[in-house]
């Protein structure tokens, strides 16, 4: 039973590229969360998704963040016209509920820009 | 807003020795997690303590509960250099169903031969 698989494992871009974070989450999850990790921090919520649904976006960035998690395939979380404090590492997470158990996290991806 | 503070936030040990890692918070929560990183990894779980009074043990490691108290410890017994970490608490946060944990700053352990 594969994990909460992320691509790319590293990504680099240059200010004002867009940055695309993939996440497939474990078999039978339906709850992906994405976290945001910086240098020396622990993770800091970012958004909370079910299929086709984004049910607590509270701790994305206003400008310039979006997530998705379409019906078919995997969760997106792309930044667009990056800087460089976005550099970071994105950590998604999944569930099979709602509530009560550990989530699930991927490997990450980490985001350098340049 | 809920606050998840841990301290240490840097503990170096010997090897052999005991020592216990504190993560306070601020509003009631009914469900506390730890985890362990380990450099340019994810996070794994360790323990997940849903009641006041919950103990649960593996290994060499312990974790404690005391919600009235809003306080949680992981306790390092005879440390081996393979328990080098980062050990994060976290808290559950419920807000319109929504499971979104919020993270103390993490304590990196660093266990010496």
């Known amino acids: 039973n594969a994990g909460v698989m992320q691509n790319p494992r590293h990504l680099v871009r240059r200010r004002g590229q867009e940055a695309r974070l993939r996440c497939s989450p474990m078999?039978?999850?339906?709850?992906v969360y994405w976290y945001r990790q910086l240098p020396e921090e622990g993770l800091k919520f970012m958004v909370y998704l079910q299929k086709e649904n984004i049910i607590d976006e509270s701790g994305m960035p206003k400008e310039r963040f979006s997530a998705e998690f379409p019906k078919e395939g995997p969760s997106i979380l792309r930044i667009q016209q990056v800087v460089r404090g976005d550099s970071a590492a994105y950590f998604c997470?999944?569930?099979?509920?709602?509530?009560?158990?550990?989530?699930?996290f991927g490997n990450g991806t980490r985001l350098t820009v340049t | 807003e809920l606050k998840v503070e841990q301290n240490p936030l840097f503990l170096s040990m010997q090897e052999g020795k005991n020592y216990t890692i504190y993560c306070n918070y601020s509003?009631?929560?009914?469900?506390l997690y730890w985890y362990r990183q380990d450099p340019g990894k994810s996070l794994e779980s360790l323990f997940v303590?849903?009641?006041?009074?919950a103990v649960k043990q593996e290994g060499r490691l312990m974790a404690s509960l005391d919600t009235k108290a809003r306080l949680s410890t992981l306790h390092i017994t005879a440390a081996v250099h393979d328990l080098s970490a980062t050990y994060f608490c976290a808290v559950d946060r419920q807000i319109q169903g929504a499971q979104k944990l919020v993270f103390g700053q993490g304590t990196r352990l660093t266990i010496n031969p």
């Open positions: 078999k039978g999850h339906s709850h």
């Open positions: 997470a999944s569930s099979p509920q709602r509530e009560g158990g550990p989530l699930h």
């Open positions: 509003t009631t929560s009914d469900r």
């Open positions: 303590l849903l009641s006041n009074g």
